[in-house]
């Protein structure tokens, strides 16, 4: 019956991705009607993307380094701090950055004291900066799980061989490096090409229009369906071309474990190599940091005076975020428990991870052109934001319990089976209390991203029907600074806290 | 009676035969040599394993096709036999109702069997709260609870020390003669054959031989326990 549902709920999903992407594929009308602008939009993913993906990986690289050869006080939670870009709302770090690099921000007022003139923030730069931003800490903490993968004893014996440093990067960190860096370029060169939100605030432009913002604009301002429809082509062939070529590598995983502790290494105490750990840690902080805590601390003083608007489209955003958060988690449940229970299952492992290739305004546009001669989309806009939301987090929900249930099953599914525990009874019996964990951190993962997704809604939105962070972008677009940031804090509040709250109820009181 | 005709079991390369008669009553051990496949053909009986030829009949009715909730007999595997998160009462009372929605005359019931192994008292506690040889009791007494015609075990209590396995492999043969149930226990160790069963089946080459009196096969053993003793 679970296995079934399961298989049911997979093919769901399967239908789900693609319906949308035909009825792009059919209403594109070939390749043709494409113009200069369109090509500009590809070159600029496609050459953002790389810079984004190299600058990450090289700044990353140092800070990773540090982190695995220094334990100190604190290293939980920079580790912690690293994770948090994550599920952070785009919007909120781009105002950060706003707050920092723009014309009236930090960077500015120094280089104005100096007599420099003022950088700007709007534009490729801009766009660079944020990708950097939010890719920066995960490319760290996927390279730190590949400096955790060498082995202890390795490093013990290039001790007792008198090993430097510099020795021990020739014959140990770059090998590592070399295997795992392909991977999670790739990762994050995926991550960028499908940028919207942050292209959406700080980009656009000639130089400056991902595909996805190319789409969006097509929908919004010139309402030409054909020309979105023939960018989502584009967007969709990007995507394709990209998952196949990941096909080859081993993509790393985000959320591996073992992070908590730096090995023992007797080539780097000299104070010159301190210092330099010392520094990289403390910038990428820094980085992340300031930011965020800029906007915050502002925040405070002007949340008791947004106006009811924001407030209640605050409230959409939770109830949003919580529908997602059970939808997906009961999607993922199901297609874990096909997974492990049928034959051939594979293909349902595939179907999940197929869905980090689509790209929300692809799939926004196709759920419009679906939904145009049976209703009225913009009707629909709440909707479809969450099935898209849905969409987009199920490969992660599937990443956190597909493997905890093969666990549960290889422990106790024949304990299960000779007491004749099935259906309900096993669900509420054994699974939810087993799987809580895995359950707790899938619901918190798609609750945050869904409270701070600023995607499809764009494309949909209207005033009476926006979420927090379409609400959030607009503030930013009529300068109305002071109040973007109280509505930040409670964006932040929201989406970290939904994760939190989860995320704690499923560590408590498992036994 | 536990009847297995022309049972083929096939994993891999290794395959083995079944056929044989059980009579109901008393304690069958089945003994071999680790990999002889005593493990697996207790995993078929027990419905974890699909059968690659043959019948099984227990009672007369033929059991090869149902779902091993379903079969008349219960299971004690190796470990594993408790949900940690489940207290000893609950990890009982899935015996009667897998769903445990007790009634009150069934919630009786499971503390008299709680009773009966020792564990009175300790219902509330979590597998983790009590001593290895406790949660061994527990899984017994969620067999008995269950009162189905078979009981089989898997190399059971083999966590527990020399003296607390004997101490079980004797509550178990008194409440198993109590209740009536017939028992098919795997084990390795001749001890244990010796001390409880009153019938012995040897695997050896991919075979059953067939069920002897536990007392003759050990005063005049066969070669193939002759070759499993050393």
């Given at each position: 019956m679970g296995p079934r549902l399961g298989v049911i709920a997979a093919a769901v999903v399967a239908g789900a991705l693609l319906l949308p992407l035909i009825a792009v594929a059919w209403r594109a009308e070939g390749w043709s009607g494409i113009d200069a602008r369109d090509w500009g939009a590809l070159w600029f993913t496609l050459w953002q993307s790389v810079v984004s993906a190299t600058v990450s990986i090289l700044l990353a690289i140092p800070v990773a380094r540090a982190l695995a050869r220094r334990d100190f006080v604190g290293r939980g939670g920079v580790v912690l701090l690293l994770g948090a870009p994550f599920i952070l709302p785009v919007i909120v770090a781009v105002l950060g950055l706003v707050a920092v690099f723009g014309r009236s921000g930090l960077v500015n007022g120094a280089l104005d004291s100096l007599g420099l003139g003022p950088v700007s923030i709007y534009g490729w730069q801009g766009v660079i900066l944020a990708h950097v931003f939010f890719n920066m800490p995960l490319a760290t903490r996927l390279i730190l799980q590949g400096w955790h993968a060498i082995p202890g004893e390795r490093l013990r014996l290039a001790a007792s061989l008198g090993f430097t440093a510099t020795d021990t990067f020739r014959r140990l960190e770059w090998p590592m490096l070399r295997s795992v860096v392909p991977g999670i370029f790739l990762v994050i060169f995926l991550i960028c090409t499908t940028s919207f939100a942050v292209a959406l605030a700080l980009g656009g432009g000639p130089g400056a229009t991902t595909v996805e913002l190319a789409i969006y604009q097509a929908f919004r301002f010139d309402f030409d369906l054909s020309r979105a429809a023939l960018l989502g082509a584009i967007q969709l062939t990007l995507g394709a071309t990209a998952a196949l070529l990941s096909l080859r590598f081993a993509l790393p995983s985000g959320f591996g474990a073992g992070q908590d502790r730096a090995v023992a290494r007797w080539d780097s105490r000299t104070p010159l190599l301190r210092l330099q750990d010392a520094v990289a840690i403390g910038l990428a902080c820094a980085f992340l940091l300031i930011p965020v805590g800029l906007v915050l601390a502002d925040g405070v003083f002007a949340v008791f005076d947004l106006p009811a608007t924001v407030w209640?489209?605050?409230?959409?955003?939770?109830?949003?975020?919580?529908?997602?958060?059970?939808?997906?988690?009961?999607?993922?449940?199901?297609?874990?428990?096909?997974?492990?229970?049928?034959?051939?299952?594979?293909?349902?492992?595939?179907?999940?991870?197929?869905?980090?290739?689509?790209?929300?305004?692809?799939?926004?546009?196709?759920?419009?052109?679906?939904?145009?001669?049976?209703?009225?989309?913009?009707?629909?806009?709440?909707?479809?934001?969450?099935?898209?939301?849905?969409?987009?987090?199920?490969p992660f929900a599937l990443r956190a319990l597909i493997p905890a249930m093969r666990t549960l099953m290889a422990d106790y599914g024949r304990l299960s089976a000779s007491l004749g525990l099935s259906g309900w009874a096993w669900t509420r019996?054994?699974?939810?209390?087993?799987?809580?964990?895995?359950?707790?951190?899938?619901?918190?993962?798609?609750?945050?991203?869904?409270?701070?997704?600023?995607?499809?809604?764009?494309?949909?939105?209207?005033?009476?029907?926006?979420?927090?962070?379409?609400?959030?972008?607009?503030?930013?677009?009529?300068?109305?600074?002071?109040?973007?940031?109280?509505?930040?804090?409670?964006?932040?509040?929201?989406?970290?806290?939904?994760?939190?709250?989860?995320?704690?109820?499923?560590r408590r009181a498992d036994a | 009676m536990l009847t297995l005709e022309d049972i083929i079991l096939a994993q891999g390369d290794f395959t083995l035969r079944a056929e044989v008669d059980l009579p109901s009553g008393g304690i069958t051990a089945l003994m071999g040599a680790s990999g002889s496949g005593k493990s697996t053909l207790l995993a078929a009986i027990a419905g974890f394993l699909p059968v690659a030829s043959g019948r099984m009949t227990i009672a007369g009715v033929d059991v090869t096709d149902l779902p091993p909730g379903d079969r008349p007999l219960s299971i004690l595997f190796q470990d594993q036999n408790l949900f940690p998160h489940l207290t000893i009462a609950q990890n009982v009372g899935l015996g009667l109702r897998p769903d445990l929605r007790l009634t009150s005359e069934q919630g009786t019931a499971r503390d008299a069997v709680l009773n009966k192994v020792g564990l009175a008292g300790l219902g509330g506690r979590r597998p983790a709260e009590v001593s290895g040889g406790q949660q061994s009791r527990a899984a017994l007494a969620r067999a008995l609870l269950r009162?189905?015609?078979?009981?089989?075990?898997?190399?059971?209590?083999?966590?527990?020390?020399?003296?607390?396995?004997?101490?079980?492999?004797?509550?178990?043969?008194?409440?198993?003669?109590?209740?009536?149930?017939?028992?098919?226990?795997?084990?390795?160790?001749?001890?244990?054959?010796?001390?409880?069963?009153?019938r012995t089946i040897l695997i050896s080459d991919g075979a059953l031989e067939p069920p002897m009196a536990t007392v003759d096969l050990f005063a005049d053993p066969t070669p193939a326990l002759r070759a499993y003793l050393g």
């Open positions: 209640w489209a605050a409230f959409r955003s939770l109830v949003m975020a919580l529908i997602a958060a059970a939808l997906t988690t009961t999607i993922a449940f199901l297609m874990a428990l096909a997974v492990v229970e049928t034959r051939r299952g594979g293909w349902i492992d595939l179907v999940g991870s197929l869905s980090i290739a689509a790209s929300p305004l692809v799939l926004g546009t196709g759920l419009f052109l679906i939904l145009l001669p049976v209703a009225n989309p913009v009707s629909l806009a709440l909707p479809v934001t969450v099935f898209v939301n849905v969409v987009l987090a199920l019996l054994i699974a939810l209390p087993r799987l809580r964990g895995p359950i707790g951190f899938a619901a918190g993962l798609t609750a945050a991203l869904s409270a701070g997704d600023l995607g499809v809604i764009a494309l949909f939105g209207a005033p009476d029907r926006a979420t927090l962070p379409l609400v959030l972008y607009q503030l930013m677009g009529s300068y109305r600074m002071e109040e973007a940031k109280a509505a930040a804090l409670i964006l932040v509040v929201l989406s970290l806290g939904l994760f939190w709250l989860f995320e704690r109820g499923g | 009162g189905r015609p078979w009981l089989l075990l898997d190399e059971p209590f083999s966590a527990l020390g020399p003296a607390l396995r004997r101490e079980m492999l004797t509550l178990l043969r008194d409440t198993a003669r109590d209740e009536g149930q017939s028992v098919l226990m795997v084990t390795h160790a001749p001890e244990d054959a010796i001390a409880v069963a009153d």
